[in-house]
Structure formats: structure tokens, C-alpha cells
């Protein structure tokens, strides 16, 4: 039977460990100086190298080459031994199966007697997060009074779940994720040796596949190579691991820039007949939006480890959307991608689909740049909002989910500096706004609670929120924080409606930046 890739290619020296060289160089300039701890805690993301490492650290502690410098020289007797898996001294412990007070007891009871045939007796413990806190405890006196001849390597994903106790005597390497270019680099040297040929773009799509795990990346080629094709494709690691080449991600981004829900629902659908893994699909899209938020944000396209046409298309693409509506994007994927656990019979795509729609909402409108982004006219039940919101520094830029119209645009209409200059409470408060009505230049703030409605009625918090709507429509705007059901407060008598009319002069205002006027509650509550 042939030998696994991952197995056959797994390092045997410090030199050959891909993405590690801080800890490499640490390792031997400690054996070169005869500088090693009696306890190693390693830790870092799976299939970065943590146990590779410790059998590495095993036999160059044990090697009998005469030179520290040159070990493990992976050809003395004790390295022979170790690395075909017969070494007796070399003890292996998998605490995920051997986790309790037991096994640890054991290891106690046998770590006494002297190595059979090296020099130190190495225990290497995977996964010791799972020991039970018994097992550490007992672990524990093994490392504060250890045998001058037994050496341990802990290594763990999951460090913080190491007790303090044992984690203070240990020394502590963390391992990193591999960059894409050295995963890419060593599945070249892979293929190479192999006798294998492969696109560039393939093993960059395995690379990315694999986050930063060397063990994952070679498993997939492996994988990918058993297909027995003569130059592997990225065409055959997208069918294979059902991945969606990012061209069609980037399509449906313009979907949502372009408000063509029913061409994204299109593409969505197409993309599911073709086979494609959905939750790999949420990833990929997760991604792409990360990217492009990446691009907007931080302004550094360089840092993407992408594609140059692939970094260009986001470019554009942030250059469309705010970054409130990016994160609301990725918030709307995110909880699509938990909510694909619980599939509805028939059709498995909802969950994306209802995401999608309600991402095209959030990105209503193109972004402009944050400098020169005119103030809007936010919206009200009497005044109803055009599609494209407000600049996301004016407005808070929220979809709407709830069934109660009124509710959902008082809450996307809110103005963002409100919440950002009344703190906390006065953001809670505000989220209980269900109606809003001009009266004259007041404008009346309806709330369902009246404890809410109290917050806000407090003159430092009134004073933040009517200084917002100052800002979002230009003109001073007085704020009266009432209870839902009750009647806005009559305005001063004024003459009938003309251009000087303040009512006028709001709606006026309203329409020149683009509000559609349905209805006007008049003092008293009655339409106008």
C-alpha cells in the first residue's frame, strides 16, 4: 500500500519545518549551547508542525552524532529508531483517548526508571488540553520534581485551556499559519519529487483551501493527484473541493451594488445545481466581502494575497459600498452560515438566499467618498425614504427585519452621532423609537416604553439628538420625546402654508434630496 503523502513528506530535521523558523532557530541554538528545559509547551493552529517538531526535538536530543550543531543526523541508531517508529524511550500520548488521573498515573509510576537505550526519555502529550483537571494535577508534580532523564513536549491547539500551573513550566513556542506562498512553494517541491505537474492557480486554490495547515495541504494534493490527470487543473480543485472561482463571487457583489436581486438569486441557484458545497459557498462569499471591505478600510490591496485582477475588481467594488454596508454584508453571511445547520426540506439555499436579499437592502446605493458625502434627508412614517440611504456618517445603516414598518425605519433613520455622543443608554433608548412625526419645526418622537421615552427626554441626551438631525437635514430642529398613542404638541400659530412655512421648508428640503412626501401628520395628529 502506497504511503500517504502528509506521512512520507513529514519534516525529519529543523531545517525541513515550512513557516517555523523562529522556533527552529530557538531549538538548535538551545542544543548547540546545552541549553534545553525539561518541559516545552507547543502550541498553534493543526498541522502547522507542532508534533513534527517534537520528534524532530526527540532525536536531536538523543542523536549521537558528536557535533550539537549537526543533530539529529537522522542516521545514528537512536534517530533510525525514532523516526520507523520503534524507539522505546520516545513515549507518544494522545491525552483526546487517554485523558484521565489513570493514564497519568501511569506515566508517574514508569517515568522513574532509566531510558532504555537513549539518553533522556521524551514524552510527547498531543492534545493536552483534554486531560481532565485531575490529570493535570497529577501531571503537574511530574513537572515541579521531574527525572533528570525525562524531557516533555505538550502541545495543544487550544492553550488557554492549559492550566496557568502547567503552562508557567513550560517553555512556550507558538507555532504560526503557513503562509499561502511557502504552502505553495513546498507543494512545488512536493510535485516536483513526485514526478507531478500542476497550474500554478491550482496549487494557490489548495493553499488558501488549507488556512495555514502544511498536514491539510498536502492531504489535498495528495487527494487531488489520485485523479491520475496529467497537469492538475484549477478547474479539477474547484470540482473537486467545490469551490466557486472568485469571478463569480465578484458577480454576485455586483448584484448587490447594483440592487439586481433577481440576477443574484439567479446566480445563487446556478451555483447550487452545479454541486457546490453551500456552507463553502457562505466561506467563500465571507471572504470575498472581507476582502472588499479589506480594500475600502485599510486602503492596502497588497496585504489580500490575491489574484491582481481579483484585488482590482475589489477595488472597484469598494470604491460602490460603505463599510457600514459591507459589515452589515458579512454579518447577513455569517448568520446564514450558522443557519444552514438547520436546513428547510427541499430548499437547502434559503438561508443564502434570505441573506442576499437582505445584504442587496444594507447596500442600497453607491458609497461615496467619506469626505464629501452630502448630507440626506433621513426618513420618517410621514416622509418615505428613496432606496439609497443616507451616508453611513449621518445615518446608522441597519436593515430592517421586523414586521412593523414604522418600527424598522425609525431605527434606519436614526442619526449615527446620536448614539455615538449620548453613549449607551441613549442608543438603547433610541431603538425603542417607533413613529416619528413633524409638528411645525418640532419634531415628535414616538416611543413604545416610557422609560425610554425618559432617557432621551433628558436635556443632555435631547441636545445630542436634535443636534444630530441638525446635522443630517441642515436646519435647527427642535426634539419632543413623547409616548406612542399620544398626540404631538400644537406649534405655535403661524400663517398658512407658504415657502417661509417651517413645514414647507422641511418638505422642500426633504424632496430636494430625494424623499418621496406620502402623507404630513398637522398639530393635533390629523393628516394633512
Given at each position: 500500500?502506497?504511503?500517504?503523502?502528509?506521512?512520507?513528506?513529514?519534516?525529519?530535521?529543523?531545517?525541513?519545518?515550512?513557516?517555523?523558523?523562529?522556533?527552529?532557530?530557538?531549538?538548535?541554538?538551545?542544543?548547540?549551547?546545552?541549553?534545553?528545559?525539561?518541559?516545552?509547551?507547543?502550541?498553534?493552529?493543526?498541522?502547522?508542525?507542532?508534533?513534527?517538531?517534537?520528534?524532530?526535538?526527540?532525536?536531536?536530543?538523543?542523536?549521537?552524532?558528536?557535533?550539537?550543531?549537526?543533530?539529529?543526523?537522522?542516521?545514528?541508531?537512536?534517530?533510525?529508531?525514532?523516526?520507523?517508529?520503534?524507539?522505546?524511550?520516545?513515549?507518544?500520548?494522545?491525552?483526546?483517548?487517554?485523558?484521565?488521573?489513570?493514564?497519568?498515573?501511569?506515566?508517574?509510576?514508569?517515568?522513574?526508571?532509566?531510558?532504555?537505550?537513549?539518553?533522556?526519555?521524551?514524552?510527547?502529550?498531543?492534545?493536552?488540553?483534554?486531560?481532565?483537571?485531575?490529570?493535570?494535577?497529577?501531571?503537574?508534580?511530574?513537572?515541579?520534581?521531574?527525572?533528570?532523564?525525562?524531557?516533555?513536549?505538550?502541545?495543544?491547539?487550544?492553550?488557554?485551556?492549559?492550566?496557568?500551573?502547567?503552562?508557567?513550566?513550560?517553555?512556550?513556542?507558538?507555532?504560526?499559519?503557513?503562509?499561502?506562498?511557502?504552502?505553495?512553494?513546498?507543494?512545488?517541491?512536493?510535485?516536483?519529487?513526485?514526478?507531478?505537474?500542476?497550474?500554478?492557480?491550482?496549487?494557490?486554490?489548495?493553499?488558501?483551501?488549507?488556512?495555514?495547515?502544511?498536514?491539510?495541504?498536502?492531504?489535498?494534493?495528495?487527494?487531488?493527484?489520485?485523479?491520475?490527470?496529467?497537469?492538475?487543473?484549477?478547474?479539477?480543485?474547484?470540482?473537486?473541493?467545490?469551490?466557486?472561482?472568485?469571478?463569480?463571487?465578484?458577480?454576485?457583489?455586483?448584484?448587490?451594488?447594483?440592487?439586481?436581486?433577481?440576477?443574484?438569486?439567479?446566480?445563487?441557484?446556478?451555483?447550487?445545481?452545479?454541486?457546490?458545497?453551500?456552507?463553502?459557498?457562505?466561506?467563500?462569499?465571507?471572504?470575498?466581502?472581507?476582502?472588499?471591505?479589506?480594500?475600502?478600510?485599510?486602503?492596502?490591496?497588497?496585504?489580500?494575497?490575491?489574484?491582481?485582477?481579483?484585488?482590482?475588481?475589489?477595488?472597484?467594488?469598494?470604491?460602490?459600498?460603505?463599510?457600514?454596508?459591507?459589515?452589515?454584508?458579512?454579518?447577513?453571511?455569517?448568520?446564514?452560515?450558522?443557519?444552514?445547520?438547520?436546513?428547510?426540506?427541499?430548499?437547502?439555499?434559503?438561508?443564502?438566499?434570505?441573506?442576499?436579499?437582505?445584504?442587496?437592502?444594507?447596500?442600497?446605493?453607491?458609497?461615496?467618498?467619506?469626505?464629501?458625502?452630502?448630507?440626506?434627508?433621513?426618513?420618517?412614517?410621514?416622509?418615505?425614504?428613496?432606496?439609497?440611504?443616507?451616508?453611513?456618517?449621518?445615518?446608522?445603516?441597519?436593515?430592517?427585519?421586523?414586521?412593523?414598518?414604522?418600527?424598522?425605519?425609525?431605527?434606519?433613520?436614526?442619526?449615527?452621532?446620536?448614539?455615538?455622543?449620548?453613549?449607551?443608554?441613549?442608543?438603547?433608548?433610541?431603538?425603542?423609537?417607533?413613529?416619528?412625526?413633524?409638528?411645525?419645526?418640532?419634531?415628535?418622537?414616538?416611543?413604545?416604553?416610557?422609560?425610554?421615552?425618559?432617557?432621551?427626554?433628558?436635556?443632555?441626551?435631547?441636545?445630542?439628538?436634535?443636534?444630530?438631525?441638525?446635522?443630517v437635514l441642515g436646519r435647527r430642529v427642535m426634539i419632543r420625546c413623547a409616548l406612542l398613542g399620544e398626540t404631538a404638541a400644537p406649534a405655535a400659530a403661524s400663517p398658512a402654508a407658504s415657502p417661509a412655512d417651517p413645514d414647507e421648508q422641511l418638505l422642500d428640503d426633504a424632496r430636494r434630496r430625494g424623499a418621496v412626501v406620502t402623507h404630513l401628520k398637522k398639530p393635533g395628529g390629523k393628516?394633512?
Amino acid at each position: 500500500m502506497a504511503q500517504a503523502l502528509y506521512r512520507k513528506w513529514r519534516s525529519q530535521t529543523f531545517e525541513a519545518v515550512v513557516g517555523q523558523e523562529h522556533i527552529t532557530a530557538t531549538l538548535r541554538n538551545a542544543l548547540r549551547d546545552g541549553r534545553m528545559s525539561h518541559a516545552y509547551l507547543f502550541t498553534g493552529p493543526r498541522g502547522t508542525g507542532k508534533t513534527s517538531t517534537a520528534r524532530i526535538l526527540a532525536k536531536a536530543i538523543n542523536c549521537l552524532d558528536p557535533d550539537p550543531a549537526a543533530r539529529p543526523c537522522n542516521a545514528c541508531r537512536i534517530c533510525t529508531a525514532i523516526q520507523e517508529g520503534r524507539q522505546l524511550d520516545l513515549i507518544e500520548i494522545d491525552a483526546a483517548s487517554n485523558r484521565g488521573i489513570d493514564e497519568i498515573r501511569d506515566l508517574r509510576e514508569k517515568i522513574g526508571f532509566s531510558p532504555n537505550e537513549a539518553r533522556y526519555k521524551i514524552y510527547i502529550i498531543d492534545e493536552v488540553h483534554m486531560l481532565t483537571k485531575e490529570a493535570f494535577n497529577a501531571l503537574l508534580k511530574t513537572l515541579e520534581e521531574p527525572p533528570p532523564h525525562a524531557v516533555f513536549v505538550l502541545a495543544t491547539t487550544e492553550p488557554d485551556r492549559v492550566p496557568e500551573t502547567v503552562r508557567s513550566r513550560c517553555q512556550r513556542f507558538d507555532f504560526r499559519r503557513i503562509p499561502t506562498a511557502e504552502i505553495v512553494e513546498h507543494l512545488t517541491t512536493v510535485l516536483k519529487a513526485e514526478g507531478s505537474r500542476a497550474d500554478a492557480e491550482a496549487l494557490v486554490a489548495i493553499a488558501r483551501r488549507a488556512t495555514g495547515s502544511m498536514r491539510d495541504a498536502v492531504s489535498l494534493l495528495d487527494q487531488m493527484l489520485a485523479y491520475g490527470d496529467d497537469v492538475l487543473t484549477l478547474q479539477r480543485v474547484e470540482a473537486v473541493l467545490g469551490l466557486v472561482n472568485a469571478q463569480s463571487i465578484g458577480k454576485l457583489v455586483d448584484c448587490l451594488i447594483d440592487q439586481d436581486t433577481a440576477g443574484g438569486l439567479t446566480l445563487l441557484n446556478a451555483l447550487v445545481a452545479e454541486g457546490v458545497e453551500l456552507g463553502q459557498l457562505v466561506d467563500q462569499i465571507v471572504a470575498y466581502l472581507r476582502g472588499v471591505l479589506f480594500a475600502r478600510v485599510a486602503r492596502a490591496p497588497e496585504l489580500l494575497d490575491l489574484p491582481q485582477d481579483v484585488v482590482a475588481q475589489m477595488a472597484r467594488q469598494a470604491g460602490q459600498l460603505t463599510p457600514a454596508a459591507l459589515l452589515a454584508a458579512v454579518r447577513e453571511f455569517t448568520e446564514a452560515r450558522a443557519a444552514l445547520r438547520d436546513q428547510v426540506p427541499g430548499v437547502p439555499q434559503l438561508p443564502i438566499e434570505v441573506a442576499f436579499l437582505r445584504a442587496a437592502q444594507a447596500c442600497t446605493g453607491a458609497a461615496e467618498p467619506p469626505a464629501q458625502a452630502p448630507a440626506r434627508a433621513a426618513a420618517a412614517p410621514a416622509v418615505t425614504a428613496p432606496p439609497a440611504p443616507p451616508p453611513a456618517a449621518a445615518v446608522r445603516a441597519e436593515p430592517a427585519r421586523t414586521a412593523q414598518p414604522a418600527a424598522a425605519q425609525a431605527r434606519s433613520s436614526r442619526p449615527a452621532s446620536a448614539d455615538e455622543h449620548g453613549g449607551v443608554k441613549l442608543q438603547a433608548a433610541l431603538r425603542a423609537v417607533r413613529e416619528m412625526e413633524f409638528a411645525g419645526q418640532t419634531l415628535v418622537m414616538l416611543f413604545s416604553q416610557a422609560f425610554s421615552r425618559d432617557i432621551a427626554d433628558q436635556m443632555e441626551n435631547r441636545q445630542h439628538i436634535e443636534a444630530a438631525w441638525e446635522e443630517v437635514l441642515g436646519r435647527r430642529v427642535m426634539i419632543r420625546c413623547a409616548l406612542l398613542g399620544e398626540t404631538a404638541a400644537p406649534a405655535a400659530a403661524s400663517p398658512a402654508a407658504s415657502p417661509a412655512d417651517p413645514d414647507e421648508q422641511l418638505l422642500d428640503d426633504a424632496r430636494r434630496r430625494g424623499a418621496v412626501v406620502t402623507h404630513l401628520k398637522k398639530p393635533g395628529g390629523k393628516p394633512a
